[in-house]
């Protein structure tokens, strides 16, 4: 009996030295679109919890520190209500940024506005801010729907593949549709490039979803590194996905798609609800940290509901 006690107590030692050590000042999780709302309203450049201390030192458990970059439109404090003090929570040092207001500076300050390479050379520098700050040499991504876009034209354009390992994919398409058509190669043989360029950087009126749809950016960040692991997080009713771009590349086998639904049939949140998805978050935090998985919880999300 003496030593049954004496295996059970090492046994729970054990499984606390090596569980990932949370932060001690656990933040309240907020999820569904009801919060993104008030935060939309009251807070649209707000601090983002559980994000952006650049005091914060990695852990053993969690070595390398993450980094969100947002959708279209959303600012990071609108954007990741959910995700950051869930992961801030789990003992990550978190970081988010804004992104493509340079040169378009679009009211209440929308994000993505600017042509993909400009918002490219935004990360790139916050990327070497973070690990200056943190004193690591890689992150990890975190990033939705445009902000997967941006992030791959920095890892395969301006030397980012370097600094970063995990790229945790939010309903970010590989490419805007799926086969056998490819929309991307048809816009880079039927379009002139000096006239689309004329209008992306025009400096004067956004081109709004254009610079999205950029054939040449978005050809240039199809391209899947083979040192880098890629996952794909996304939803069957995600309105994107239906083009088909949500798909993993032919022949990449760095990278997977995992369907929100799948875990749980009940969750259908659309592409703009996914970040406030409880589903939808714990299935990133098992994707950055495979080792100490936790089963997601399962609520009934129909679409764009509050």
Known sequence: ??????????AAAFALATAPQAHADQL?????????????QTDWDGPVPGANDFGCKPTPEHPKPIILVGSTFLSDAVNWTAIA???????????????????YNVAPGLNGMDPIPMSATEVDRFVDQVLDATGTSQVDF??????????????????????????????SPY?????PLDLTAIGRSTIPKPLYDAILYNGAVPPLGLGLLD???????QVLQPTLRYIQITDAADELGLFGGMRVPDGARNASTHYINDV?????????????SPTAVAMIGNALDARHPVTPPCTIVPLYSF
């Open 28 to 40: 309240p999780v907020r999820y569904g679109n009801s919060e993104m709302v008030r935060i939309a």
């Open 264 to 276: 749980c049939p009940t969750d259908l949140s659309q592409h703009f609800a996914q970040p406030y």
């Open 1 to 10: 009996m003496r030593h049954a006690r004496l295996l059970t107590a090492v």
């Open 175 to 179: 490419t805007l549709t799926g086969p």
């Open 85 to 103: 003090p869930y992961l801030h929570n789990q003992g990550y040092c978190v970081f988010t940024l804004d992104y493509g207001r340079t040169m």
């Open 215 to 221: 054939p040449w950016s978005v050809g240039k960040a």
């Open 142 to 171: 975190v990033a939705h729907s445009q902000g997967g876009v941006v992030t791959r034209y920095y890892l395969n354009e301006l030397g980012g593949v370097h600094k970063a390992d995990q790229v945790v994919l939010l309903s």
